[in-house]
């Protein structure tokens, strides 16, 4: 995003919609005109500020930015798909429609770190250090997401080095791994989490047993690690596809 200087008039109005801070005040002009500009380095390109249509002279113009700036705005503007994935947002579909793709078999567990929030954003250089450190488990990485579209090697989880520098809102690495990998899966989450720039979250999803009981709670339980607990399930019109999730 870029602020137009000789249009604006410094009102500050666009600052508190900016999901990074990163609108800042200036003068120029011999020090006479106070104008806002954007840190663009540290911009993600949500759009946020130029959608609160807040700006009473129309300063703010978002640039048509090529490869590799161009993945800012993919990954951080909600509005905008993945020309891979054709999904907008961050990762694939939400967990939460489980019951309609059939992702996570019985047996297995969804993780994803979500990389990243408002205020402090993701380099892609941290989450090539978490996709690293999660390789060496030999996790495989959803295909489907569009941070998986970006590695280099997926054996190694080293990235594109042309996007390294690259900030986002936010990203979400995501596997699925057998239940018996979810322990050494979080604790390598746990170590790395101590060598990263920004903040990440971790999910776990799984299908209930067939009596309805949890197993990745359990999981979590046995190892004495906390975690907290949600129902997702999106009932929807779709096709449920639950007759084939059952593995012996
Ligand atoms: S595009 Fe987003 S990060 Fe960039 S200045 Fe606007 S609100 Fe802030
Ligand atoms: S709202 Fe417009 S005029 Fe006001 S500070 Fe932001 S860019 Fe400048």
Not at 78 to 85: D, F, I, S, V, W
Not at 108 to 129: H, L, V
Not at 177 to 190: Q, R
Request: aromatic share 6%; net charge neutral.
């Amino acid at each position: 995003m870029q602020i137009d200087a000789n249009k604006c008039v410094g009102c500050g109005q666009c600052r508190p919609f900016c999901t990074m801070g990163v609108i800042n005040f200036t003068r120029s002009g011999k020090g006479t005109k106070v104008h806002c500009y954007v840190d663009e380095d540290e911009c993600v390109d949500c759009g946020i500020c130029y959608r609160a249509q807040v700006c009473p002279v129309d300063a703010l113009h978002q640039p048509l930015y090529g490869w590799p700036r161009s993945i800012r705005g993919t990954f951080s503007n909600p509005l905008a798909e993945h020309k891979e994935t054709r999904v907008p947002g961050r990762g694939t579909e939400e967990m939460k429609t489980n019951d309609i793709t059939n992702r996570f078999k019985r047996g297995f567990a969804g993780m994803a770190a979500e990389m990243g929030r408002p205020g402090t954003g993701a380099r892609m250089r941290e989450a090539e250090k978490v996709f690293m450190a999660l390789a060496k488990l030999g996790v495989e990485f959803e295909p489907n997401n569009p941070l998986t579209g970006l590695l280099k090697d997926k054996t190694t989880g080293e990235m594109n080095p042309e996007v390294l520098n690259e900030k986002v809102l936010s990203a979400i690495i995501e596997m699925i791994i057998p239940l018996d990998k979810v322990i050494p899966v979080l604790e390598t989450m746990e170590r790395v989490a101590e060598e990263i720039n920004t903040v990440f979250s971790i999910d776990l999803v799984a299908r209930t047993d067939e009596d309805f009981s949890v197993p990745t709670a359990r999981i979590m339980n046995e190892n004495d690690k906390w975690f907290s607990i949600n129902g997702k399930i999106n009932l929807g019109l779709g096709h449920m596809n639950v007759k084939g999730a059952g593995v012996k």
